[in-house]
């Protein structure tokens, strides 16, 4: 499968790359030994994410993936962000080889490591829904955690 267009233009053209120094939140997930690795910075005000960035070192899709998640967030209450899957990253970029959906994964990864560094700055419970597996003891392939 060839990439789609929305792929190279998101990878072509990335959506909120940077950093945010004053950031609410921030999450990374991946390995350097499976060659992708994604940062995400949150600017949560009143419940409502009002600036996110991203930096990813990693394949196309990686960055493609990155930059999409950011969008779908964007402006958005922490509540529909928790919400945000791997497959509508997916969907929003008109798919993906099968062989890269773990680029989506951990895109969504990230902003779940993002949000739930929020909820511990903020002194609150991390909510179920933003616990990754690897918080339990069950290591993925590509698990920076340790």
């Known amino acids: ?50 600036d996110v960035k991203f930096k990813t070192f990693g394949c196309g899709s990686a960055i493609a993936t990155s930059s999409m998640a950011t969008e779908l967030i964007k402006g958005k209450p922490i509540e529909e962000a928790m919400t945000l899957t791997n497959a509508a990253v997916a969907e929003a970029l008109d798919g993906l080889p099968a062989y890269k959906m773990h680029c989506s994964v951990l895109a969504e990864e990230a902003i779940k490591a993002a949000l739930a560094d929020y909820y511990r700055r903020q002194g609150r419970p991390v909510p179920e829904s933003l616990r990754l597996p690897c918080e339990d003891g069950e290591h993925g392939s590509c698990c920076s955690c340790h």
């Open 1 to 50: 499968m060839l990439y789609t267009e929305k792929v190279m233009d998101h990878f072509e053209h990335p959506r909120n790359v940077g950093e945010i120094g004053n950031a609410d939140g921030v999450g990374q997930v991946g390995n350097p030994k499976c060659g992708d690795i994604m940062k995400m910075y949150l600017k949560i005000d009143d419940g409502v994410i009002t």
